[in-house]
Nanobody, 125 residues
Framework: QVQLTESGGGLVQAGGSLTLSCAASGLTFNTYRMGWFRQAPGKEREFVAGPNWIGGPEYADYVKGRFTISRDNAKNTVALQMNSLKAEDTAVYYC???????????????????WGQGTQVTVSS
């Protein structure tokens, strides 16, 4: 079955950096859209970033210029480099997969059929 496993979360001071990684198994990785989402306490899950099949990746406005997403089809992984972290970036970060080998990345969590267990990122101010 499809499994997504996130790693790399932790506690960091404001202004610091973290790199999250998502390892995928049980799927034909290069036919799945991959995205990163996050969910803070009391808030809805929201889009963070996702690579497109054609053209550059997409980022939510609140992380643009600070986060960088990269996908490695040979290793079945997708990484999220997070720089200049802010207290408001504190959340559980989730990797998600959607079986759709075409079109632009979707920012809607409901369109993704597979999710990892999440990794906690806490930014202290």
């Amino acid at each position: 079955q499809v499994q997504l496993t996130e790693s790399g979360g932790g506690l960091v001071q404001a202004g610091g950096s973290l790199t999250l990684s998502c390892a995928a198994s049980g799927l034909t990785f290069n036919t799945y859209r991959m995205g990163w989402f996050r969910q803070a306490p009391g808030k809805e899950r929201e889009f963070v970033a996702g690579p497109n099949w054609i053209g550059g990746p997409e980022y939510a406005d609140y992380v643009k210029g600070r986060f960088t997403i990269s996908r490695d089809n040979a290793k079945n992984t997708v990484a999220l480099q997070m720089n200049s972290l802010k207290a408001e970036d504190t959340a559980v970060y989730y990797c998600a997969a959607q079986n759709r080998p075409f079109g632009r990345i979707s920012r809607s969590p409901g369109e993704y059929g597979y999710w990892g267990q999440g990794t906690q990122v806490t930014v202290s101010s």
